[in-house]
């Protein structure tokens, strides 16, 4: 049933939005009108500054190779990338490869071998801010592959020479060999940065191959718009933002594991990959805590087999039909 023929949609809406600001008001990290903000303002400067002076961890890139029929291979690059490897194509999300970030250094390096970049065929990014459209990190990428954004993206990465760049608004797709993807909506403020405030789309994207479905959420906020993309298009394998939501301005922009984990119910998913964490320090809380907040939500609420936390680097494989992972 659509929402506009739902009468409960919009209640139900309205108040789970309600539970999940009184849910982050009771996390002990979230009060930050009662004095934390000096702590965790103090806090994000200690990490920022001791990563400038620490070189980022560099795990070694292990091969990926396409799975066989059924099978879609699940790799986290680090921060938002992600690389899917089905049976006959390779996609890639969000490409940040390098080390730093508008002065902050990564603690852990993106981690994609060579050879998986070499073969890439698709590019996703999801909207135009530098952590998601770095035009350093395309130039590194094979010019073949065709590259898709959203809406009044297309003329930052044209000059890079790619042999297509194709601009999908949601509901719109796009076909390569096994893979068919959709662009969905997102909720996130998509201008490029300080000194570009032109208005640009943002997306999510729907990845269909091997009769699985993976959802790339990209940057994006909770919505009510999980609810929706979950009964048209039946995600089994959710790849969810989980950092940057301190101060709790950023939520407006951004979500935190709770947020994820109502997304991912919403979505009525079988698996939750959580992405964003561990590379640059998004927002004030600590870098590690995403994670431990994360897990500790999936055991309360009996999630923690749905949950597959990647370290860079690793891969699962997600099956036809059931959406589990097949191990690392």
């Known amino acids: 049933m659509p ?4 009468p409960d949609w919009q209640r139900r809406v309205i108040e789970r939005a309600k539970e999940l600001d009184h849910e982050h008001r009771r996390h002990p990290r979230s009060l930050w009108q009662s004095g934390a ?10 990490t920022a500054t001791r990563q400038l002076l620490t070189a980022p961890r560099r795990p070694e890139p292990r091969r990926v190779e396409h799975p066989g029929p059924g099978q879609i291979a699940v790799t986290f690059v680090g921060h938002a990338t992600v690389m899917l490897t089905t049976p006959l194509a390779r996609v890639l999300t969000d490409p940040y490869l390098g080390d730093f970030l508008l002065g902050l250094r990564r603690a852990e390096a993106a981690c994609l071998h060579s050879a998986d970049a070499a073969d890439l065929n698709l590019i996703l990014i999801s909207h135009a801010h530098r952590d998601r459209l770095d035009l350093a990190s395309l130039r590194r990428l094979p010019g073949r592959a065709a590259v898709l954004v959203p809406p009044r993206c297309a003329s930052l990465v044209k ?3 790619f042999a297509r760049v194709v601009e999908l608004a949601p509901g719109q797709s796009f076909e390569y060999a096994d893979v068919e993807v959709t662009a969905v909506a997102a909720r996130h403020e998509g201008a490029r940065g300080l000194f570009d405030r032109a208005w640009r789309g943002t997306c999510g994207y729907i990845v269909r191959s091997a009769g699985a479905n993976v959802y790339f959420a990209g940057g994006t906020a909770y919505f009510s718009g999980f609810e929706e993309i979950g009964r048209r298009l039946h995600p089994d394998v959710a790849l969810l933002p989980v950092a940057g939501y301190q101060p709790p301005v950023l939520r407006e922009d951004n979500m935190s594991p709770l947020d994820a984990v109502q997304a991912f119910t919403d979505l009525g998913a079988r698996l939750l990959v959580p992405v964003g964490h561990g590379s640059f320090p998004l927002g004030y809380e600590p870098l590690d805590e995403p994670l431990r907040w994360l897990r500790q939500i999936c055991a309360d609420r009996g999630l923690s087999a749905q949950l597959a936390v990647l370290g860079h680097g690793e891969t699962c494989f997600v099956r036809a039909g059931d959406g589990k992972s097949l191990g690392p």
Do not use: E
């Open 3 to 6: 929402p506009s023929a739902d």
């Open 37 to 46: 903000g000096l702590a965790l303002s103090l806090h994000f400067l200690r």
């Open 159 to 161: 000059r890079l020479g």
